[in-house]
């Protein structure tokens, strides 16, 4: 995953996350997306949690109202939740599935599956450290990426 994120670098004008959270979460696809249909470019992570669930990660600097329903499957925010040493938007389908939200450092990361909260802030933790120890996306005024 480390070495894919760094080819999404280039193309995704940030750092895509990489979380490390010592093979607990088994990552099991990381992709860039062009986001051709949707206008958003997104990288792309899915992990099996220790527990036999899943979380997929979605992360854009480019991020819109109408990209963020369809991520979060139109969750209305049920609350928020402290990981990483910042403050997270829960978003609850009532279904089971739900979405953890975080603007930080110039880009929108998801989480979003099935697993228990527990395994939801875990990774959220290891996706704000690894943000943290990348720099952070600087726009200009135009909107594009700074080089």
Known sequence: MAAVSRNATDVAGFTPAA??????????????????GSGV??????????KDSFISLVQTS????????QQTRNAPVTGSRNAGGQEWEIRDTGKGEKSLVLDYR??????????????????????VKSMES???????????PAP
């Open 106 to 127: 110039g880009t929108t990361v998801i989480l979003s599956g099935a697993a228990q909260l527990d395994e939801f802030a875990t990774l959220a933790d290891a996706v």
């Open 41 to 50: 470019p997104t990288w792309e992570v899915g992990f099996l949690t220790p």
């Open 134 to 144: 990348s720099p952070a996306v600087t726009v200009s005024p135009s909107g594009a």
């Open 19 to 36: 979380p490390e959270t010592g093979g607990t979460f088994r990552p099991n696809y990381a992709r860039w997306e062009a986001g051709t």
């Open 62 to 69: 480019k991020a819109n109202p109408t990209w963020l329903l």
